[in-house]
């Protein structure tokens, strides 16, 4: 079979939709949603462009170039291997993996027994087993999150949401804070922290494995369908996206006292169901965790593989799981504070590479423009995290938004673009 029918495209959207849609994903669109109010719908904007659009561009992007590897070793060789490493490691064992298993048991667990030390160990080691026995062969997680968690996952969000359209709890707020001055770059800021767009530059191994496991073989047919299932990804995402934003922002106002979205849902659940709400609520973050951890400990595991292959895909798998397992024990709070600066400098570099493999066909030639552009992305970036040069860095356009970055990579866009011309023969500076 040289061609995925509808039925298995639609099966393996639904699958890295499944993949996409974590901790992350529930925890900020209804949290904006309260905090922006009446000026919700721009901050959503700015939000779905970087946490819908961009993450489908990635799985685009990589599709493209033939793998992550390939597209950031248009920068240079080290670069690939270095940007490639702190991309797994970041959404696997140090950041996003251990936060699905904090997430769902503050949710799925916390209310109904408390939060004691020895019941999250408990708790997280066996979250981890189950999604470690999925993970171990990738090449079948489209049976599991594709048929089974992923559309239960659907039903149990939109039962939520239809309850809240049905019974309204109350009316948009007036917007706070940032979002009353730049709501919609704030939303495009709050889209880093669903991890997404750097979690697709990784997923395209998982799907492609999964396209390749029925029948469609021919490279050309595994990278459409890849591309095609991003796009369906995308459009679950850009509906589930805005459902949990409206009925957020709805319940705003009458829960003012929310500090982050998780009290939000919690609040809007309980108003709509009563206890039964809380366990309905529990049971949401614990699949999209639970489907999140497995794509991500499947992708992490196929790729240290192939660089290290001393190590079988399994054995990695466990070790990722295991690594995880410790760090999910520090809590929620701790790990969400060491992911903001991690992403805000790893972000910035994932969106220029993603923008520029997009449009690798026209820029082809202008090989140095990757670079320079990369180069001058990531410094920008690792100052404004550090607080380095804060004076100079204010002068930017854009810096008080969260993007300074992106007038700096421009102009490395352009002087790559000219080393291009001047030194056509040369095959990379940094090589």
């Not at 500090?259 to 999209?288: E, R, W, Y």
């Not at 969400?336 to 820029?363: E, R, T």
Request: aromatic share 14%; hydrophobic share 55%.
């Amino acid at each position: 079979m040289n061609k995925l029918d509808r039925k298995n495209t639609l099966l393996v959207g639904v699958t890295l939709f499944s993949m996409f849609f974590g901790a992350g994903n529930l925890i900020f669109p209804p949290f904006l949603g309260a905090q922006a109010g009446t000026n919700t719908w721009w901050a959503f904007v700015g939000f779905a462009f970087s946490a819908i659009g961009l993450p489908v561009l990635g799985v685009v992007a990589v599709a493209l170039s033939g793998g992550l590897p390939q597209l950031s070793g248009r920068v240079g060789p080290r670069f690939a291997f270095v940007f490639t490493l702190l991309i797994y490691l970041s959404i696997g064992p140090c950041l996003a993996i251990p936060r699905t298993a904090s997430t769902s048991f503050s949710m799925a667990v916390a209310p109904f027994a408390g939060s004691a030390l020895w019941l999250r160990v408990l708790y997280a080691l066996v979250f981890f087993v189950i999604a470690f026995l999925i993970a171990l062969k990738p090449e079948k997680i489209s049976a599991v999150l594709g048929r089974i968690t992923g559309p239960l996952l659907l039903l149990l969000i939109f039962a939520i949401v239809v309850a809240c359209l049905l019974h309204p709890p109350g009316e948009y707020g007036e917007a706070l804070g940032v979002y009353a001055q730049t709501p919609l770059p704030q939303g495009f800021i709050d889209g880093y922290q669903t991890m997404d767009a750097i979690a697709a530059l990784n997923f395209g191994i998982v799907i492609a494995e999964n396209i390749e496991n029925r029948g469609v073989r021919e490279e050309k047919s595994v990278v459409s369908a890849t591309i095609r299932a991003g796009w369906i990804a995308g459009a679950f995402l850009l509906v589930v996206y805005a459902s949990l934003t409206h009925i957020g922002a709805m319940g705003g106002a009458k829960f003012p006292e929310a500090t982050d979205g998780t009290q939000v849902l919690a609040q809007l659940s309980n108003l709509q169901f009563g206890p039964v709400g809380t366990a309905i609520l529990g049971g949401v973050f614990f699949i999209a965790c639970l489907n999140t951890c497995i794509g991500l400990l499947s992708c992490c595991g196929t790729y240290f593989h192939s660089q290290w292959p001393k190590l079988s895909v399994p054995a990695w798998v466990g070790v990722f799981a295991i690594i995880s397992f410790f760090i999910s024990i520090a809590g929620l709070d701790t790990i969400l504070k060491v992911s903001v600066p991690v992403l805000g400098i790893i972000y910035p570099v994932a969106i220029v590479l993603i923008l520029m493999g997009i449009f690798h066909h026209f820029i082809e030639r202008l090989y140095l423009s990757y670079f320079w552009c990369v180069l001058f992305t990531a410094i920008i970036s690792i100052l404004s995290q550090f607080g380095i040069g804060q004076s100079l860095l204010l002068h930017l356009p854009f810096y008080t938004m969260g993007l300074g970055w992106v007038v700096p990579a421009l102009i490395g866009f352009v002087l790559g673009a000219i080393f291009s011309f001047l030194f056509p023969k040369r095959q990379g500076m940094f090589r």
